[in-house]
């Protein structure tokens, strides 16, 4: 075992870090992209340096890391890359925006970059948690904007007061996370997607459902926007998303 304290944020401690890695261990098998934290606020009360700060975390430091990791991975021709999304990448919630929108880029990267590397022996799972029971709702982890509007008093106070009431009482067992992904690590086919808690579950039943039914009430509409065209061709697209 070794441990190695690195800022995820700046490329060359990712990058020594993996070499460190190397040179203990001979390779790497498993990257689990688990850094980030909650930027919390309604998006009209946030910053773009706030914003920046989040993605340069939430999605520029699994950048750098995976980065740096890959070409160890290539090379073996093996390899699994947890990154870990949130509940929040398949939702979006109020007072979560920019901090969603950092889950949902890190899922779209996810989706892509298991396509481009899974020729290589390496697979990429998206985990996606609800609440389990971190410091993440802990006052030291999560931040908040610092320029309140009146209109959303109400319900900042409202929202806030019950992400303090969770904070230490999440049904999510970190260790039971753990060892799933530990079993996910050595499955010959994992899945692209791996809810984690019972909250987790059901609310992604409820999305996929609401999904469907939108899907199906407005397929005549979306469909109508292919143009008249003489001849067309998908072909590249097609295998570019399969």
Request: charged share 20%.
């Given at each position: ?46 910053t ?98 610092q ?13 806030t ?43 992604a ?24 065209f ?13």
């Amino acid at each position: 075992m070794m441990t190695v304290a690195l800022d995820v944020s700046d490329a060359g401690q990712a990058r020594a870090a993996v070499d460190l890695a190397i040179t203990r261990f001979g390779g790497i098998d498993v990257l689990v992209n688990n850094a980030g934290y909650g930027h919390m606020g309604f998006f009209e009360e946030l910053t773009i340096d706030d914003t920046r700060a989040q993605f340069e975390t939430n999605v520029f430091g699994a950048f750098n890391v995976t980065w740096a990791t890959l070409p160890v991975m290539r090379s073996a021709r093996k390899g699994r890359i947890f990154n870990v999304s949130s509940l929040g990448g398949l939702l979006g919630g109020q007072m979560g925006s920019i901090y969603c929108a950092s889950k949902f880029a890190l899922e779209g990267f996810s989706e892509a970059l298991d396509k481009e590397v899974s020729p290589f022996g390496i697979s990429v799972i998206i985990v996606e948690p609800g609440p389990f029971r971190t410091d993440f709702l802990a006052p030291e982890s999560l931040q908040f904007g610092q320029n309140p509007i009146s209109d959303y008093d109400e319900r900042r106070a409202d929202l806030t007061t019950g992400m303090a009431q969770r904070n230490g009482k999440q049904p999510g067992d970190p260790a039971r996370l753990a060892s799933a992904l530990i079993s996910l690590a050595s499955e010959a086919a994992p899945p692209k997607r791996f809810l984690a808690g019972s909250i987790a579950v059901e609310a992604a039943d409820a999305k996929l459902v609401g999904m469907r039914d939108e899907l199906a009430s407005w397929r005549h509409l979306s469909t109508s926007t292919d143009g008249d065209f003489s001849s067309s061709d998908v072909v590249g697209l097609l295998a570019q998303i399969k």
